[in-house]
């Protein structure tokens, strides 16, 4: 059974930066592609960062150039990093395997972002 606990999420005012951190057992963690998913105050969640387990990166065109994303394979750990923050990034983000496979069933709990204008 995979695990995923989320953290590091706040409140912060726009142009803000946040760090989340995401922890995975359960699970060979280095063989699979990860990612940060977004889920907006009544819509759907969707994915705005990935991590292939060689470490390229891809981004959605909305977060592309503010956010980060990496990954600590002997942690079993996986961070975002999230700088010049908008009040359209508020939500609560969860991490999950990402790419061909598609993602786990089980979800962590999430973790909060609200950007204040």
């Known amino acids: 059974q995979v695990q995923l606990v989320e953290s590091g999420g706040g409140l912060v005012q726009a142009g803000g930066s946040l760090r989340l951190s995401c922890a995975a057992s359960?699970?060979?963690?280095?063989?699979?592609?990860m990612g940060w998913y977004h889920q907006a105050p009544g819509k759907q969640r969707e994915l705005v960062a990935a991590?292939?387990?060689?470490?390229?990166?891809s981004y959605t065109g909305s977060v592309k150039g503010r956010f980060t994303i990496s990954r600590d394979n002997a942690k079993n750990s996986m961070y975002l990093q999230m700088n010049s923050l908008k009040p359209e990034d508020t939500g609560v983000y969860y991490c999950?395997?990402?790419?061909?496979?598609?993602?786990?069933?089980?979800w962590g709990q999430g973790t909060q972002v609200t950007v204040s204008s």
């Open positions: 999950n395997r990402a790419g061909g496979l598609g993602y786990w069933d089980s």
């Open positions: 991590i292939t387990s060689g470490e390229r990166t």
């Open positions: 359960g699970t060979i963690f280095r063989i699979n592609s």
